[in-house]
């Protein structure tokens, strides 16, 4: 208790209704920990693939979480394709953006700057070796590349 105001320095927020929504809205599912007993009736939660996509903007502003995600999906066995299919769709929503907000303002892009990204992106993504520098993922890539070199062409004159 605050002595000062009078009131509890902690105040009672029911997380159970919010877990409870969450739940309803397929972004949580309740799980059943095998091994663990129960007392007193707490019920366990787990972050569907459809949660996870509702990390993106924070992972894409914080790569350094990646590992961790991934450590998380290994333990509750959730689609890594899948969220890494979202990461691309999110990267080409990004690039679409990118090209309307060209549209709109009429701003040309730096294309020294552009170049650079481009450059940067095909190094980390494609040349990484990793699972997702496959056929289909190279693709993707391709297509996000070629929404912004068009609008680099559109912008050169």
């Known amino acids: 208790m ?3 105001s009078g009131e509890n320095a902690f105040s009672y927020k029911n997380i159970g209704k919010r877990f409870v929504r969450l739940a309803k809205h397929a972004i949580l599912e309740e799980i059943n920990l095998q091994g663990v007993e129960n ?3 707490r019920k366990d939660y787990r972050l569907t693939t459809k949660g996870l996509e509702y990390l993106l903007p924070y992972v894409l502003m914080h790569p350094v979480e990646v590992q961790n995600m991934v450590r998380y999906m290994d333990k509750f066995e959730i689609d890594k394709k899948g969220f890494g299919q979202a990461l691309l769709r999110t990267l080409l929503i990004i690039a679409e953006t990118i090209s309307e907000y060209q549209k709109v303002t009429n701003i040309p892009y730096d294309r020294h700057e552009l170049a650079k990204l481009v450059n940067q992106f095909y190094d980390i993504i494609v ?5 997702l520098s496959n ?4 693709r993707d890539v391709k ?4 929404i912004l070199e068009r609008d680099k062409k559109r912008y050169k004159k």
């Open 2 to 4: 605050n002595e000062e």
């Open 143 to 146: 297509e996000i590349l070629g």
């Open 127 to 131: 040349k990484s070796g990793s699972e």
């Open 39 to 41: 007392l007193h009736g």
């Open 135 to 138: 056929e289909i993922f190279k």
